[in-house]
């Protein structure tokens, strides 16, 4: 059964548009700016109006509180949201963070990257806790839109290296992105956007590592 699946999702701009991703299974979207991908998944993680049927393997997320769905299957925008000055009022209090902080590549020990002020954060450092964030909830499923386009290689290498390790611990993923060898380094199942609706890419391959 897959982890999740969406049947019939739709808003004004995208849709009708029905997926499913299995535990420990990547779909990669991929298409043209405004093809609505980043709408697709702000639709699933409930953030705009939609109509559809969203489930986590049977659980509705209609069914509960969308505070919980939201730490469930957690999404990670390409612009991330900071509501206090401190890095470390962003993460639950008691949270093991040393390992994450270390696999992103920032400092782990204090006075480390939890201590900073938000304001002084690049794009990069920003995104790359944004996502150390996300997984910090032990999700069921991640939606990421464009998880590495703001980063350098050796930064991008270490999300993927991070995306990869949640596969393994059977996440389900659904990430967007521009670069189709980034989607093939995940051993992600291809899609392409284009004008809301979402199609399987021509050469689709599957992760070997996928639950069926």
Known sequence: MPVL???????????????????????????????????????????????????????????????????????????????????????????????????????????????????RLSTGERHRLAIARAICLAPDALLLDEPTAALDSESAARIDALIAQELQRGVAVVLVTHDPAQAERLGAIRHVMDAGLLTPADGAYQNPAATP
Do not use: Y
Not at 55 to 63: F, K, V
């Open 5 to 119: 699946n969406v049947s019939n999702l739709q808003t004004s701009l995208i849709g009708p548009v029905s997926l499913s991703v299995a535990a420990g299974q990547c779909m990669a979207i991929e298409g043209k700016s405004g093809s609505g991908k980043s709408l697709l998944l702000r639709a699933i993680a409930d953030l705009d109006p939609n109509q559809g049927d969203v489930r986590l393997a049977t659980s509705a997320r209609d069914l509960m509180p969308a505070w919980q769905w939201r730490r469930k299957v957690a999404m990670v925008p390409a612009q991330s949201g900071w509501w206090a000055d401190k890095v470390a009022d962003h993460f639950e209090a008691g949270a093991d963070l040393q390992p994450l902080l270390a696999a992103i590549g920032l400092p782990d020990a204090l006075p480390g990257a939890l201590q900073w002020d938000v304001e």
